[in-house]
């Protein structure tokens, strides 16, 4: 796993696909607006039944998780003012999480599927994201 940071601040987690360790693997700090957690448990582990219980938290700004499920992409990584700071590829099996600074996507193969998870509710675009040239 690794944690890239620009002034103190987390911009990205990358979790490769050979990162994973059995049982329950929390990615992201506990102070982090999205969560991120990985899961590897033997055929036959029951988990506790939950219902997730209503509480307000307060996240001031929208955080996002992609995975590859399959292809490639470019990752590019900006701090907050939108100088670009560097770049990688995130292959089938990775994830990365962002938390603050701004990042680019370029799709690198045919076929490439990503799930994408954000906190929310959306509201919409000019809303939700200030979009600029990378």
Same mark, same amino acid.
């Given at each position: 796993?690794?944690?890239? +940071? ?6 990205? !987690?990358?979790?490769?696909? /050979? ?5 329950? $693997?929390?990615? *992201? ?13 033997? +055929? ?6 939950? !219902?997730?219980?209503?509480? /307000? ?5 929208? $955080?996002?998780? *992609? ?6 992409m ?14 990688? !590829?995130?292959n089938?099996? /990775? ?17 490439t ?22």
């Amino acid at each position: 796993m690794e944690i890239i +940071k620009h002034d103190d601040q987390i911009l990205s !987690i990358i979790y490769r696909d /050979d990162d994973w360790v059995e049982g329950l $693997n929390f990615i *992201t700090p506990n102070n982090l607006f999205l969560q991120v957690g990985s899961w590897w448990y033997p +055929k036959g582990k029951k988990l506790d039944s939950h !219902i997730h219980n209503d509480f /307000d938290r307060i996240a001031k700004r929208t $955080n996002e998780m *992609t995975y590859v499920k399959q292809g490639a992409m470019r990752v590019l990584l900006y701090d907050e003012e939108k100088n670009y700071l560097q770049d990688f !590829i995130l292959n089938e099996g /990775d994830l990365a999480v962002f938390a603050y600074g701004g990042h680019g996507y370029e799709i690198l193969e045919d076929n490439t599927k990503i799930i994408e998870s954000k906190n929310g509710p959306f509201v919409d675009v000019t809303t939700d994201k200030t979009k600029f040239k990378g």
